[in-house]
């Protein structure tokens, strides 16, 4: 399985304190179309869309749909702002994954996220997919700052049915985020007392808990202008070259893993939405 992680490294609707992407705020040729053609023709299975909000980015509606009738699995991490009442229909058609993030209940969202009243955008968002039978994905960075949220997060969390996968992600000091390390660093014995009161439970969902030091390196990136760039042990990103450069299949080529091994089963067990022939009926 190989998957690319395709980041909008431009800019985010949001500016979490904890981010590890490092924002330019240039201005640039925004590629992800073209992008999404050349992951197709390089044999990828799986383009996730990260980098804050997709949706908040022109190009993101139109190379998704791209990717979804070319039959690659389809994987969204967004932090649902820009989410609209007419994107609902959209992710039922074209998403296979859809991972929205979310760090505690209520001001405890908001306040790590830096956003007033997002919480209760999640929330509508996340009870809007749940009548319409939308699985999804909930991701959450456990932090010393919301570590005292996490089990009221939990019991939220198991009220609604649509709620396939929690991802449980220890605060990565990884490049930016190295800044606040002081604010948001939670030890590995931290992490493990916080979650442990999980090892008694049997919630309907799938628990994934991602430990900074279990990180693995050979994920494979892709910003919206084609840089191709991977991460190492040591929390840096390392750039490979152009999606479009002649010899990109050869440099892939030569990473240890093209997927991380822990987070394969997510998409084998996701139920794909096979692209028919002749479209969606309308
Ligand atoms: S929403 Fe995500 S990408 Fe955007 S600033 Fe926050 S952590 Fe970074």
């Known amino acids: 399985m190989k998957r690319l992680i395709l980041t909008y490294n431009q800019n985010c609707n949001l500016s979490c304190d904890f981010c590890y992407i490092n924002f330019h705020y240039e201005k640039i040729e925004d590629k992800t179309y073209e992008i999404i053609k050349r992951a197709i023709s390089l044999n990828f299975d799986i383009i996730t869309f990260g980098g804050g909000d997709a949706f908040s980015k022109k190009s993101f509606r139109d190379s998704c749909i791209l990717a979804k009738e070319n039959n690659l699995v389809t994987h969204v991490d967004t932090n649902g702002l820009s989410i609209k009442s007419n994107d609902f229909d959209f992710i039922k058609k074209y998403v296979d994954v859809i991972g929205i ?41 456990l932090t010393e700052k919301n570590k005292d949220s996490i089990y009221n997060l939990y019991i939220y969390l198991t009220k609604f049915k649509n709620i396939e996968r929690w991802s449980i992600y220890q605060f990565f000091p990884l490049s930016v985020a190295k800044d606040y390390k002081d604010m948001f660093e939670i030890s590995d014995e931290n992490f493990d007392i916080i979650l442990d009161f999980l090892n008694n439970e049997s919630p309907h969902f799938k628990i994934e808990k991602f430990k900074f030091r279990d990180r693995v390196n050979g994920y494979i990136f892709c910003d919206e202008e084609g840089n191709v760039y991977t991460n190492s042990l040591e929390g840096e990103y390392i750039h490979l070259c152009s999606i479009f450069d002649y010899h990109v299949e050869e440099i892939i080529s030569e990473l240890k893993e093209f997927i991380n091994p822990k987070t394969s089963n997510r998409y084998v067990s996701t139920q794909k939405k096979i692209y028919p022939k002749n479209g969606w009926k309308k």
Do not use: A, Q, V
């Not at 001001?107 to 009243?117: A, C, G, Q």
């Not at 919480?119 to 968002?125: H, P």
């Open 101 to 141: 993030s979310l760090d505690g209940i209520g001001e405890y969202h908001d306040d790590l996220r830096k956003s007033k009243n997002l919480f209760s955008k999640i929330n509508s968002i996340i009870e809007h997919m749940e009548s319409l039978n939308i699985k999804m994905k909930i991701n959450t960075i």
